[in-house]
């Protein structure tokens, strides 16, 4: 079966400090990949999205990047969190007009 | 500029009764619409989606329909229960190797017993 892992669940770190959440999918060959990002109040917006591995387009300026070292594996990272990077993060996956959402990283920067 | 809108941010409704959430968009290159279902702390469920070669999709208690014409779609919700309470995002996507979706802002919809 196809399913999707992301961790962690939640996360607090302080401003300045680094960020990386990782995304893994299972059952599936080459799937599209993407990182949203829920803001309080706010709509989910796309971040990045892959295509495969090392091709990564970034939607939104910010002081995020992400990486695809592998078919299955989409990172989200960042060198220093900025207050405003606070959210709901949540990687998914898609191999045709189907999405499969993960459970999400709820990311408080203090 | 938002190309997925979703003008309510909260819709209260008493259960039973039916639950109508709308979603406008401006890229006519969209084609093909989804709606998903977010609980906090969770990851979206996906719910119902119409291709743009339709104008109406029926699943059990859900319905969308869709006006080209007017970039239009609604979700009805018939009959509503306390536990379709959530956020409800309206998702378009075009065409394109990625197939990225873009999303609307949301409608809280509370269900009342």
């Known amino acids: 079966s196809q399913t999707i892992h992301q961790w962690p669940a939640t996360l607090v770190q302080p401003v300045g400090s680094p960020l990386s959440l990782e995304c893994t999918v299972e059952?599936?060959?080459?799937?599209?990949l993407y990182w949203y990002r829920q803001a309080a109040g706010r709509g989910l917006q796309l971040l990045f999205y892959?295509?495969?591995?090392?091709?990564i387009s970034s939607e939104v300026p910010q002081n995020l990047s992400a990486s695809r070292p592998q078919d299955r594996q989409f990172i989200l990272s960042s060198k220093k969190l900025l207050l405003s990077d606070s959210g709901f993060y949540l990687c998914?996956?898609?191999?045709?007009?189907?999405?499969?959402f993960g459970s999400g990283t709820r990311l408080t920067v203090v | 500029d938002q190309q997925v809108k979703q003008n309510s941010p909260s819709l209260s409704v008493q259960e039973g009764r039916i639950s109508i959430l709308n979603c406008d968009y401006t890229?006519?290159?969209?084609?093909?619409f989804l709606w998903y279902k977010k609980y906090p702390a969770e990851g979206p469920t996906f719910l119902i989606s119409?291709?743009?070669?339709?104008d109406k999709n029926e699943d059990g208690r859900f319905t969308v329909f869709l006006n080209k014409s007017a970039k239009h779609l609604s979700l009805h919700i018939v009959p509503s229960q306390p536990g379709d309470s959530a956020v409800y995002f309206c998702a378009a996507s075009g065409t394109g190797s990625a197939r990225q979706l873009t999303f609307g802002s949301g409608t809280q919809l509370t269900v009342l017993p």
């Open positions: 892959s295509v495969g591995i090392g091709q």
């Open positions: 059952g599936t060959s080459n799937p599209n």
């Open positions: 998914a996956w898609s191999v045709s007009s189907g999405y499969t």
């Open positions: 890229n006519s290159m969209f084609d093909y």
């Open positions: 119409i291709s743009s070669i339709k």
